[in-house]
């Protein structure tokens, strides 16, 4: 079929849009570097772990480390990790897993290649053609949603697209998620910022589809981003998010903000491997968890 034709086909259909369908890429990754290349960076990242560690700031967090095998120094918020330790807990992490929907047809796999594409996540401003740039409110975040929910491009939906200004800081999460949960059949991202908000998330989901709590421990349905705050430290509302979707069988997505020449060096590979150290540790303590 030509494209003039398959255009017009789809044109035909009543929206234009192809049906629903998660991509699986056919090929390897492009190597950028080096296999020796790779190594060294790896490697290197090890040696940071390994020597200067990572400053947790999260009480509960260095109990988990120091129950897991890492070196947590007295007094201190600073947490070392050996090779070993850190090779056994990596090596926990699964390769391939099921991200469920409330809408089985839009269940997602992740590993083996298969791919998602997410909505936009955390913008500090709306903007539209009639009113310009500016705050957002609820009613537009809820507008938001439902185009993410309509485009078959976006597999799931990333997390709130910015801040309802307009309701109270306290509870505006759950206001969000109740909109995630109401007006999408597909996946959603949750927030992971401290353990209450990350907790909420599981009670929202679970009620949506018709678990408890204690079921979500076997039914991943989140993809949670948690930043580290580099260099090199991990926050309190960060590792406890990060501690609340691990216990409950949720995947969390380690996002090292690692701006190289600020929170990184400046150079190419010396920022990469701030960034994968800040990564491991990260996903070893959920691995821990």
């Known amino acids: 079929m030509t494209r003039r034709r398959e ?17 699986v890429y056919r090929y390897p990754p492009m190597a950028i570097i080096s ?25 509960r967090a260095r109990a988990l480390y120091a129950a897991g ?19 056994n807990w990596l090596a926990r992490a699964p390769s391939r897993f099921t991200l469920h929907a409330r809408d089985p047809g839009k269940t997602l796999q992740v590993g083996d290649g298969h791919v998602f594409f997410s909505s936009v996540g955390g913008p500090a401003y709306v903007c539209d053609l009639d009113g310009g740039r500016r705050q957002g409110s609820y009613a537009e975040q809820c507008d938001f949603l439902k185009v993410v929910q309509s485009l078959n491009i976006l597999h799931q939906e ?15 999460h759950l206001d969000l998620y109740y909109a995630q949960a109401t007006l999408l059949d597909k996946n ?19 009620i949506s589809l018709g678990r408890t709590r204690d079921d979500m421990r076997g039914h991943c349905v989140f993809t949670t981003i948690i930043n ?16 609340i979707m691990a216990e409950h069988g949720q995947c969390n997505v ?36």
Do not use: C, Y
């Not at 255009?7 to 991509?23: D, L, M, T, W």
């Not at 890492?70 to 090779?87: H, I, K, N, T």
């Not at 990333?158 to 505006?172: H, I, K, Q, V």
């Open 188 to 206: 959603w991202q949750p927030q992971g910022l401290g353990s209450a908000v990350a907790l909420d998330a599981i009670d929202v989901a679970a």
């Open 69 to 87: 095998g890492a070196d947590v120094e007295a007094g201190s918020d600073r947490v070392r990790f050996g090779r070993d330790m850190l090779g």
């Open 35 to 59: 296999e020796d290349s790779l190594q060294a960076i790896h490697a290197t990242a090890l040696t940071i772990l390994e020597e200067i560690g990572m400053k947790v700031l999260s009480d």
């Open 158 to 172: 990333g997390g709130g697209p910015f801040e309802a200004l307009d309701l109270d800081s306290r509870t505006r």
């Open 228 to 243: 580290t705050n580099s260099p090199l430290q991990l926050d309190v509302p960060m590792a406890e998010g990060l501690i």
């Open 254 to 289: 380690i996002t090292p903000f690692t701006l190289a020449g600020a929170m990184s060096p400046v150079t190419l590979p010396g920022a990469l491997a701030q960034q994968h150290a800040e990564a491991m540790a990260g996903i070893v303590l959920a691995q821990i968890v």
């Open 7 to 23: 255009r017009a086909s789809r044109s035909a259909s009543g929206n234009g849009q192809r049906p629903f369908r998660q991509p």
